[in-house]
């Protein structure tokens, strides 16, 4: 179960290029589902539709690392 997962592992990082990029790099390592990876700043985030996102500070920066049944991903919204 999803909730039950979500982190267990938890990554922070003072800067980042964007945790989307660490998540992907963490994944061909074999991280564990639902590995939280945090960042205190990034210098190329990229929000929803590939969209820049700006870091000033005091922001949410994280991705979630989810293997989800394809089938049910339309059952996710934001965590």
Do not use: P
Not at 21 to 36: A, F, H, P, Q, W
Request: positive net charge; hydrophobic residues 35%; aromatic residues 6%.
């Amino acid at each position: 179960m999803i909730k039950n997962n979500i982190g267990k592992k938890i990554y922070i990082f003072d800067k980042l290029s964007s945790t989307m990029d660490k998540s992907k790099e963490l994944i061909n390592n074999g991280v564990s589902n639902g590995t939280v990876i945090v960042a205190r700043y990034q210098t190329e985030g990229r929000g929803s539709n590939n969209r820049d996102w700006i870091s000033e500070g005091n922001d949410a920066l994280f991705s979630i690392i989810l293997d989800v049944d394809k089938s049910k991903v339309n059952l996710l919204s934001i965590i």
